[in-house]
């Protein structure tokens, strides 16, 4: 493992709202291919934590580097350019706009004509839309909704939705790609449908950051996990090692949370 390999770098980061430490000193370091979990009870920080890092929160304090440079979490427009895209725990999709058209959007971000070309429709905006539409269409076919490019988005079910939020995300080409909780409502069919996709994702070479409430899955799944309790990281390592952790067991049994 050499520095090269590391993705993204997260140190000290802590956020306060009033009198509540959402998050304390914590710190992640993600390295290039790997699915690294982020888990914990409900109120463990966990969104607040992918929050900072997409550039919805300002953090109190901490430091960040993606691929090997510093890199400020500030708007979010600019963190999808810097690399990181993500998925949100409630869908956030363009309901009336087509599939394909949803995904087209997430590619626009890394497109050069701009604004103006696409105004007064020059040659090279043409050109540049027809490959944005062909990339889109392939990445549909990749999360495996190809066939509804033309249906508006909200009229997908709620897996297919998810998946569709997916190809969004990798429509930016992202270093890094972030889901929040990518397999909230989905019944155990669609739960095996994702976690292939997902491996699928990292096989091909792509590094994610997952926040899942489902154990099972992420046990199966990340290389290595990350758990947050009252915003402070209990625990880091591989999905075994944390597993038999006992401050672990400990936060999911203790009184006053709901085990997952
Ligand atoms: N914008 C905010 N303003 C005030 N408090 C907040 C805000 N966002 C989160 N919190 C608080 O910070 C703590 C951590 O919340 P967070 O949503 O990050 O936890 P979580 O681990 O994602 O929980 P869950 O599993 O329920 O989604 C909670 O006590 C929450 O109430």
Do not use: W
């Amino acid at each position: 493992m050499s520095q090269s390999d590391i993705v993204l770098q997260v140190q000290g980061v802590s956020k306060r709202f009033g009198g509540l430490q959402a998050l304390q000193d914590v710190g992640i370091t993600i390295r290039k291919g790997q699915v690294y979990g982020l888990i914990g009870p409900n109120g463990a920080g966990k969104t607040t934590f992918f929050n900072v890092i997409t550039g919805l929160y300002t953090p109190d304090g901490g430091t960040f580097e993606l691929g090997g440079a510093p890199y400020v979490p500030t708007a979010v427009h600019e963190v999808a350019a810097a690399g990181i895209a993500r998925t949100f725990q409630n869908i956030r999709l363009f309901p009336e706009m087509t599939a394909l058209e949803n995904v087209m959007v997430g590619r626009h971000v890394r497109t050069s004509s701009g604004l103006i070309g696409a105004v007064f429709r020059t040659a090279s905006f043409k050109a540049e839309e027809a490959a944005i539409k062909a990339r889109a269409q392939e990445l549909l076919d990749y999360v495996g909704i190809g066939k509804y490019a033309e249906f508006k988005a909200r009229t997908l079910s709620y897996g297919d939705q998810r998946r569709l939020e997916i190809a969004r995300a990798l429509a930016t080409d992202p270093k890094l790609i972030a889901l929040d909780e990518p397999a909230a409502g989905m019944n155990a069919t669609e739960k095996v449908v994702l976690r292939e996709l997902i491996d699928r994702i990292r096989n091909d070479g792509r590094t994610i950051l997952i926040i899942e409430h489902d154990v099972k899955l992420v046990m199966g799944l990340c290389d290595r996990v990350t758990v947050l309790d009252y915003g402070k990281q209990i625990a880091e390592g591989t999905s075994a090692e944390v597993q038999r952790n006992e401050k672990v067991i400990e936060a999911y049994l203790g009184a006053g949370h709901k085990p997952h």
